[in-house]
């Protein structure tokens, strides 16, 4: 046993740089960037056009970490939900209030994209409810649990 030890600690660091080696080869780690334009780029343009007066607000380029926009679809309704705790902001007062950052809602229609949700909170989840898209929203005055009801999003749990 005694020999064990050492032998399994060579190994658990053989590992540990052959997996980190094979990351910097493929342009992991270290050359991603983690807030890039492209996430912006592949918004909706009525959209894209919100974000740059936004970023001008903001005092930078309009850039986003990968999860600022998600996208849920049913019942052939689809939503974009923006979290702008993942938006690249210098003045971050223009998104945020404290731990409460903006989170937009969209959906697409015909005439393009609308906004229909908006609030301040900590976070914001976008779930398919029975085929029927909810949201659940964590901190900030409008916290609670969503449902869309065709028109708007109705409350149907609240302020936890």
């Not at 939900?81 to 210098?90: N, R, V």
Request: hydrophobic share 40%; glycine share 10%.
């Amino acid at each position: 046993m005694p020999g064990l030890m050492p032998t399994m600690s060579a190994l658990l660091l053989a590992g540990s740089l052959s997996a980190t080696s094979a990351a910097y080869a493929r342009g992991g780690f270290a050359s991603e960037n983690p807030l890039a334009a492209e996430h912006i780029e592949a918004l909706p343009p009525e959209i894209r056009r919100k974000l740059s007066v936004r970023a001008r607000a903001c005092g930078n380029k309009a850039a986003a970490a990968h999860y600022f926009s998600v996208t849920i679809g049913t019942k052939g309704q689809h939503f974009i939900s923006l979290h702008f705790e993942d938006f690249a902001c210098q003045n971050r007062t223009t998104i945020c209030q404290g731990d409460l950052c903006l989170h937009e809602v969209y959906l697409q229609s015909r005439a393009g994209h609308r906004l229909v949700f908006s609030t301040h909170a900590r976070d914001l989840k976008m779930v398919d409810d029975d085929d029927t898209i909810g949201l659940e929203v964590t901190g900030g005055t409008l916290r609670g649990r969503y449902r869309w009801s065709g028109g708007r999003f109705a409350l149907i749990t609240g302020k936890e």
